[in-house]
């Protein structure tokens, strides 16, 4: 609801009544108070946490890979939300020792009278196998207790804004991937009206800047101004994508497909600059008029590529459930990556983004390529 008040708030200051004060002096002033109270929550908020007023005190079901994820993660924490006292697992060689430097306590039967005993007001449980009966009544009987019980992937995915797809089963994640592709018809009306106005606008920057890129590519290195690859769109359609040239023209001649580097020696002095800036991207209007990819949504990637991550990677090719998109969830929390590693994290944040997608987040992901952009941290 918020974010279509605040899209409904720029169209009425861009294009209803671009020279009505009357208009726009309200909008300036809700956004001046929206962002003083959102410092000043947050000030406040941290400072509670720091203190530990706030704090809660929690123990974790599972000490396997998915508890010991969890529980790093509380623990990095700056301002932590959680204290974690320890946990609790049915294997025997576990009890008595400590896991991630905290104690083992007991074992799922014991989980109420260990809480009680250690003053836990919240429980996380992180198993990843089948939850059985007995552990099923355990837990409602925590919450009839008065504590909070909380799912390892939900806490997971408000912390990092990431799905944790290496700690969970197929069965926690698919349906939320699937279900991520199917929106409203008002959605994805939205999201095309958003798309059209993006393209006008980028099509009048391109008109204008276009003529001095191409001559400052030309000036650059030798080849042709644009470049077209062949990317995978929703369910895997081939299409081809159209990009500023921003590396050699021979870049892959003798090496086949390979992933860029920060520092790659086969980016052109023009095309670094390009890449910062994100001009490179401009051309992708035309994908985005053809309806190949939206403004956002994941990054659209190469099927030689993704042939190879399938092989390394679980989940990887649900990515594929939704259109891709000239910026994303992925693109704006992690920088560019070039190893497997880099592509299992990214890919967290992209099924993160297939399972939330909605007009505000997409709102906030405007917003922060905007600052990225402007910060010329593009690659």
Request: with cysteine; glycine share 8%; charged share 20%.
């Amino acid at each position: 609801m918020a974010g279509i008040i605040l899209l409904s708030y720029l169209v009425i200051f861009f294009i209803v009544a671009p020279h009505n004060r009357l208009i726009r002096l309200p909008l300036v002033y809700f956004l001046i108070l929206v962002t003083l109270l959102a410092s000043l929550w947050r000030w406040a908020l941290t400072l509670l946490l720091t203190r530990g007023v706030l704090r809660q005190r929690a123990l974790i079901v599972g000490a396997g890979w998915a508890g010991r994820t969890i529980a790093r993660l509380l623990r990095a924490q700056v301002s932590p939300e959680f204290e974690v006292l320890g946990f609790i697992d049915d294997d025997e060689a576990k009890l008595g020792t400590n896991v991630e430097d905290l104690p083992v306590l007991g074992r799922g039967d014991d989980l109420l009278s260990v809480a009680h005993r250690v003053g836990a007001d919240t429980i996380i449980y992180a198993i990843t196998h089948q939850l059985s009966g007995p552990m099923f009544r355990t837990l409602l009987d925590c919450q009839a207790a008065g504590l909070a019980v909380v799912r390892m992937p939900a806490l997971y995915e408000a912390l990092t804004g990431r799905v944790p797809i290496e700690h969970v089963r197929g069965e926690w994640l698919l349906p939320d991937a699937i279900e991520g592709g199917q929106t409203s018809l008002f959605y994805r009306l939205i999201v095309r009206l958003m798309d059209l106005m993006f393209a006008l606008l980028a099509g009048v920057v391109l008109v204008v800047l276009g003529p001095l890129i191409a001559l400052l590519i030309k000036l650059d290195s030798p080849g042709p101004v644009f470049y077209r690859q062949v990317r995978s769109g929703r369910g895997g359609v081939p299409f081809e994508l159209v990009k500023f040239r921003s590396m050699r023209a021979d870049a892959e001649a003798t090496t086949g497909a390979r992933w860029a580097t920060e520092d790659d020696p086969r980016i052109t002095r023009v095309g670094r600059w390009l890449r910062r800036t994100r001009l490179d991207e401009l051309p992708q209007v035309l994908n985005i008029l053809h309806g190949d990819i939206h403004l956002i949504g994941p990054r659209p990637e190469r099927p030689e590529f993704i042939a190879q991550l399938e092989r390394e990677i679980p989940f990887y090719r649900a990515r594929l459930a939704v259109r891709p998109g000239l910026t994303g969830w992925a693109q704006v929390k992690y920088r560019y990556g070039s190893t497997v590693e880099d592509a299992r994290i990214k890919l967290e944040y992209d099924l993160y983004y297939i399972k939330h997608r909605s007009l505000g987040l997409d709102l906030q992901i405007l917003m922060q390529t905007i600052g990225v952009m402007l910060a010329l941290k593009g690659t």
